[in-house]
């Protein structure tokens, strides 16, 4: 349901275009190891069905691995989005904001960040490339949610796994699971 429209009033690339306006969705392009054009998606929420069809990873095979999370200053507790670009003004004709209080999902604790709930050192506002794409209400509000629940709690990430040949079908996009905790030990 979420629409884009634009206008091209320069001469750009196709590949960035097609960039910017995927920068202001869950949709990732891409070329696979074929060269195949393709478009993964980061969906909403995963559940044990999409887990079916994830490669797994035995942790036997894992060689080496480090984690790391995402720095506290990418936390965000509300998104502030420009949207609508007026191409005669040069400038975003509509705006719309969103918190953590507005999210139906759980109940936010400022504090086990150490954030101010009046979200003065927590608010991103998006008036750049990703709202120029964005023409209608109902997109904004969606790319908005979308955007804060992403950067609203940290993100464990594994920054490096060293894995044996037998993984090479991996590339950006697959979905991956473990059998077990790597090293037997929780990363944080």
Known sequence: ???YDFTVDKKIDSKKLLENIASASS???RFNNRGEFKFDVIKDQYDATHMDGAILIE??????????KTKIE??????ELHYKWDYARNEFGEKEVIDVTELDQFEYEFDYYGLKDDHSESTLVIDSEQGKYIRTQETAINYAKW?????CNQHLKIQKLKLP???LEIEPGSL?????ILGGVYPY
């Open 1 to 3: 349901g979420w629409k």
């Open 27 to 29: 949709y990732i392009p």
């Open 59 to 68: 942790e036997s095979d894992c060689i080496k691995w480090s984690y790391s």
């Open 74 to 79: 990418d936390v965000y507790t509300r998104i």
């Open 147 to 151: 955007m804060l629940m992403w950067h």
């Open 165 to 167: 040949l037998k993984y």
């Open 176 to 180: 991956l699971k473990f059998d077990n």
